[in-house]
């Protein structure tokens, strides 16, 4: 039984080791509200928000632009951006800013700020958005 334990114990130290060392690349830089927030004040930070232009339109945050994951110029687009300025990205809920950063870093940006939970987590933290 002792054996057995030790065992299930190293199996999940294992899990625990692989599964923490894969989420630590530059892609997976997503921040809490207050650190983007903070963030996007930076002069010179570049603010991209991801979502579809209907999403925009309901409500983004101040300065955003709009640049939509899902369109099949995404890469093209974002391509034409400064890669040597910060760069904040943020989505709906955060699955494609995540998808949008590890784009930036293949295409060579090195500042990726990502909004952890997107928008709705930005509201959720009575922060502001404009229309």
Known sequence: MKKTTSFLRFI?????????????????????PAAFEAK?????VQLVDVRTPQEFANGHLENAK???????????????????????????????SGKASKI????????????AGGITAWLAAHKKVVK
Do not use: W
């Not at 999940?12 to 892609?27: R, Y």
């Not at 890669?83 to 990205?89: G, L, Y």
């Not at 930036?104 to 909004?115: A, E, M, R, S």
């Open 12 to 32: 999940a130290l294992m899990f625990f080791f692989v599964g923490t060392s894969s989420c630590t690349s530059t892609a997976q830089n997503a921040t809490s």
């Open 40 to 44: 996007i004040v930076a002069p010179n």
């Open 66 to 96: 709009n640049i939509n994951f899902n369109h099949p110029e995404f890469k093209q687009k974002i391509a034409l951006l400064d890669k040597n300025k910060p760069i904040a990205v943020y989505c709906g809920v955060g699955g494609r």
């Open 104 to 115: 930036l870093v293949k295409l060579g940006f090195k500042d990726i700020t990502d909004l």
